[in-house]
């Protein structure tokens, strides 16, 4: 059964600074992976999408990788502010859509 | 872009009553929904897929006659939490997905079963 692991649980960083989340998972035969963000109560907005063919998908200030032979993959947020203070999930998944999720990231950011 | 809404966005309930909480594709038609919790600080766990037209699968562990799955048509799949009880209260979310592109997630609904 893929496992689906992030680190670290909970980070703290003031405004401006550029932060590394990981995300590593068991079984490398997987379709495609993502990144989500949640706000607490809230659903989940996709950030990023990773298709198994490909390395790295960048939208804004956010760059995601994609190693799937090692089973793990980054999320690179540049110079964070206190809006981007959310949950961020990663995902797998396998040919049927079905996700398999991480418990998540808590980022804070502080002004 | 893909728009998945889920009504209601919060239900608090008795116990012992029923729930039904809807999730409709807005703008294409999704062959497959899928439906995961999601309890205080754990990952979101899929419960079930469902196929338009036809049963949904449960994952081990789901009870299929506590949580009834309805996948009547290409833009609506409903979950209905039987006689809820307090440990059913949690955050359902679903998502859908048309064929050979990523899901996409409505809002999700808070259960409270008191």
Known sequence: ?111 | GAVVSQHPSRVICKSGTSVKIECRSLDFQATTMFWYRQFPKQSLMLMATSNEGSKATYEQGVEKDKFLINHASLTLSTLTVTSAHPEDSSFYICSASRRATEAFFGQGTRLTVV
Request: contains cysteine; proline residues 5%; glycine residues 8%.
């Open chain 1, 1 to 111: 059964k893929q496992e689906v692991t992030q680190i670290p649980a909970a980070l703290s960083v003031p405004e401006g600074e550029n932060l590394v989340l990981n995300c590593s998972f068991t079984d490398s035969a997987i379709y495609n992976l993502q990144w989500f963000r949640q706000d607490p109560g809230k659903g989940l907005t996709s950030l990023l999408l990773i298709q198994s063919s490909q390395r790295e998908q960048t939208s804004g200030r956010l760059n995601a990788s994609l190693d799937k032979s090692s089973g793990r993959s980054t999320l690179y947020i540049a110079a964070s502010q206190p809006g981007d203070s959310a949950t961020y999930l990663c995902a797998v998944s396998d040919s049927g859509y079905a996700l398999n999720f991480g418990k998540g990231t808590s980022l804070l950011v502080t002004p």
